[in-house]
Every structure is written in structure tokens, then in C-alpha cells.
T-cell receptor, first 111, second 114 residues
Framework: GEDVEQSLFLSVREGDSSVINCTYTDSSSTYLYWYKQEPGAGLQLLTYIFSNMDMKQDQRLTVLLNKKDKHLSLRIADTQTGDSAIYFCADWGSGYSTLTFGKGTMLLVSP | NAGVTQTPKFRVLKTGQSMTLLCAQDMNHEYMYWYRQDPGMGLRLIHYSVGEGTTAKGEVPDGYNVSRLKKQNFLLGLESAAPSQTSVYFC?????????????FGDGTRLSIL
């Protein structure tokens, strides 16, 4: 089946930029998403990008999409301790009419 | 401004017991989903519904049943709980096909099966 892969852990210092990477296999993906999960909570949509776009910027967030390599990244500028969370990459899973999630990247921001 | 509400938030069951997890949304969403989240596994889709009275299987449906008798509610049932079903369960909903509409998640139900 279709798959979404992410690195499991990233540690940065406050004020640095964070880059979380994701690869996917579904060549028919039309939308790709980034969700954030804070401890003890559900997932919140951070941003998404349409597959005909290369980049999308939303305040401190920059999403880059390389459709040829099926690679998606999320850059968080000026990372804050409040950004510490698990970040999920997801794409539209053609098999089940819903999202296919990666396993999540835990971002730890230290002061 | 409730959004998606899951009941209960925590539960401990013994092997073989049954229970029902309730998900309620007040956004008039058509689509509803049940996921389970396990360490190192990410989120996996159990069942989903594209409208009142409809349900469909997801990636890991075995051992679970669902019902969508009312548009705002999506119930997940465990008929005979097993330790392998220890997990955090998330319900989500979206207005239309999630491809262009974001899924809104509840805060989860933490279920332990002893």
C-alpha cells in the first residue's frame, strides 16, 4: 500500500530553524498536509500544499514540495519551546478516501 | 465551540469485556473517522463514514464495529476487548472529502486492556 515516511526525532535550540522531512510513495497525491500534536491532545492541521505548488509560506512555516522525488519538508523559523510537539506528514490515501499519516516526528526545542 | 468530543477520555477494561467509544461533532460534518495511535506506528484508520447511515472499513478494522445512526455521532465498539487493542483512539470529522477539507480531531480516548 501507499506509505509516508518521516524521521522520528529532531532536537533544536530555541531561535534556530527546524526542518522536518517526509517522503511519500503515492504518485497520485493531490494534497499533502502537516499536522501538529501537542501532548495529550489530538492533531491540529498546521498547513497543507497542493501538488502543483513547489512552496507555500504561512508566517513562520514554509512547506517545500519536490514532486519528482516525492519529498515534502516543513521549515519552522525562529523555533520556540511552544513548538515542541509531534509533527505528522499526511497525504490523501487513494485507497480509503482519507489521509495516510506518517509515524510522526517528535520535535524537541530546548531553551 | 466544542468541535469534536470523545467520550470517555480514559478507560481500563479486562480482556473479553465490551465497550463503546462515542464521538460527537457539532460542525455538521459529513465525514467521520476512527483512528488508533500506537507508539512507533503513527495513526491507522480503523473505520470511517461518509454520511449518516454509512460506514466503511479502514486499514485495521478487525475486532471493531462502528455505527453512524445520527449525522453528529460516530460510535466505535469493541465486542470482546483484547490486550492488542490497548491504544489511544482518535475520532476526526471533516465537512466533505478530506482531500481539500481539513480533518478536525478530538482529544482522544486512552484505552487499556488488561
Amino acid at each position: 500500500g501507499e506509505d509516508v515516511e518521516q524521521s522520528l526525532f529532531l532536537s533544536v535550540r530555541e531561535g534556530d530553524s527546524s526542518v522536518i522531512n517526509c517522503t511519500y510513495t503515492d504518485s497520485s497525491s493531490t494534497y499533502l498536509y502537516w499536522y501538529k500534536q501537542e501532548p495529550g491532545a489530538g492533531l491540529q492541521l498546521l498547513t497543507y500544499i497542493f501538488s502543483n505548488m513547489d512552496m507555500k509560506q504561512d508566517q513562520r512555516l514554509t512547506v517545500l514540495l519536490n514532486k519528482k522525488d516525492k519529498h515534502l519538508s516543513l521549515r519552522i523559523a525562529d523555533t520556540q519551546t511552544g513548538d515542541s510537539a509531534i509533527y505528522f506528514c499526511a497525504d490523501w490515501g487513494s485507497g480509503y478516501s482519507t489521509l495516510t499519516f506518517g509515524k510522526g516526528t517528535m520535535l524537541l526545542v530546548s531553551p | 465551540n466544542a468541535g469534536v468530543t470523545q467520550t470517555p477520555k480514559f478507560r481500563v477494561l479486562k480482556t473479553g469485556q465490551s465497550m463503546t467509544l462515542l464521538c460527537a461533532q457539532d460542525m455538521n460534518h459529513e465525514y467521520m473517522y476512527w483512528y488508533r495511535q500506537d507508539p512507533g506506528m503513527g495513526l491507522r484508520l480503523i473505520h470511517y463514514s461518509v454520511g449518516e447511515g454509512t460506514t466503511a472499513k479502514g486499514e485495521v478494522p478487525d475486532g471493531y464495529n462502528v455505527s453512524r445512526l445520527k449525522k453528529q455521532n460516530f460510535l466505535l465498539g469493541l465486542e470482546s476487548a483484547a490486550p492488542s487493542q490497548t491504544s489511544v483512539y482518535f475520532c476526526a470529522s471533516s465537512y466533505d472529502s478530506g482531500e481539500v477539507q481539513p480533518q478536525h480531531f478530538g482529544d482522544g480516548t486512552r484505552l487499556s486492556i488488561l
